[in-house]
């Protein structure tokens, strides 16, 4: 069963940088295309980056590109998310999920979910 935990959030000032780490502890987490969502207060739940299960495909959405690279580490059980350049506006909470089969930008499209971890940037 997969069993997402996201970790590496915090308070960051702005132009500072973070990685986040998605864990899978129930399962193999290279079985699955991995997408990283966020969410800010009041807003709806935006897609961030998605990587395959395989690990050659990545996709970055447009705000981000240039500036978060998601990334695995197989051995590690883990999908990473390396955030530069930070800025205000890329605060909310940041979430991985799973799905088989290919990647997708809809969270609709994805079955498992982590707790989520804050992402703070000041100015």
């Known amino acids: 069963q997969v069993q997402l935990v996201e970790s590496g959030g915090g308070l960051v000032q702005a132009g500072g940088s973070l990685r986040l780490s998605c864990a899978d502890s129930?399962?193999?987490?290279?079985?699955?295309?991995i997408g990283w969502f966020r969410q800010a207060p009041g807003k709806e739940r935006e897609y961030v980056a998605a990587?395959?299960?395989?690990?050659?495909?990545?996709y970055h959405a447009d705000p981000v590109k240039g500036r978060f690279t998601i990334s695995r580490d197989n051995a590690a059980n883990t999908v990473l998310l390396q955030m530069n350049i930070l800025n205000p506006e890329d605060t909310a909470k940041y979430y991985c999920?799973?799905?088989?089969?290919?990647?997708?930008?809809?969270?609709?499209?994805?079955?498992?979910w982590g707790q989520g971890t804050q992402v703070t940037v000041s100015s």
């Open positions: 999920a799973a799905r088989r089969g290919l990647t997708r930008r809809s969270a609709n499209d994805y079955d498992y």
């Open positions: 129930g399962a193999t987490v290279s079985n699955y295309a």
């Open positions: 990587i395959s299960s395989v690990g050659l495909t990545t």
